[in-house]
């Protein structure tokens, strides 16, 4: 596979576990009992979850990339 392929699964696994981890830890106005209809997050801790989604795409892609480079699994 060549090195266009694995950047483009890695982006894959990123996005896909990015979604995952962005509602995690989040709380909104009105769970502080504040009176308003906003729907952002009090504090987003936006810095912290990107490295957590790079971590676990990483993983994502390392096993991809073993199952790849080591033939684990046949298609055929």
Known sequence: MTIIGHLVIFLIAWLLTF???LPWGRTGHHDGGE?????SPVKAKMGR???ITTGIAVVIWAIFWA???FHLISVS
């Open 19 to 21: 979604f995952i981890v």
């Open 49 to 51: 979850k990107l490295l």
């Open 67 to 69: 199952v790849a480079a």
């Open 35 to 39: 009176d308003c209809r906003a729907a």
